[in-house]
């Protein structure tokens, strides 16, 4: 079963609206971020919440593995603004959808710690 859910059955997770601030009024300070979407991995404790044009990999206990950002390079734009995201069911491997019709797959590192 998937810990992840969406209403067209692709396994991920899309929200409505995006775009930051620079606080919600509740002293917190620095720039917020909404939530776009959101997968969680089935067999590994790992899970991906896509805001804006970032992709943040946490562990279980918040804390960031790495964070895939908006670039650009010599092959062009690297990531879209984030509208989906979808673990493979048992390999480290995320697949990500974007507003402008792309989809990226990302492997994880064998060696990272979880």
């Avoid at 930051?20 to 991906?48: E, F, I, Q, R, W």
């Avoid at 734009?77 to 697949?95: A, D, E, T, W």
């Amino acid at each position: 079963s998937s810990s992840s859910s969406s209403s067209s059955g692709s396994g991920g997770s899309s929200g409505g609206g995006s775009g930051s601030g620079n606080g919600n009024g509740n002293g917190g300070g620095g720039d917020h971020y909404v939530m776009t979407a959101l997968a969680v991995h089935d067999k590994v404790p790992v899970l991906a919440v896509g805001q804006e044009q970032r992709i943040k990999i946490m562990n279980f206990n918040g804390d960031q593995i790495s964070v895939i950002r908006y670039h650009n390079g010599w092959l062009g734009q690297r990531i879209g603004p984030v509208s989906c995201l979808c673990f493979h069911p048992y390999k480290i491997m995320l697949s990500a959808g974007a507003t402008d019709s792309i989809v990226s797959v990302y492997r994880g590192d064998q060696k990272a710690k979880v």
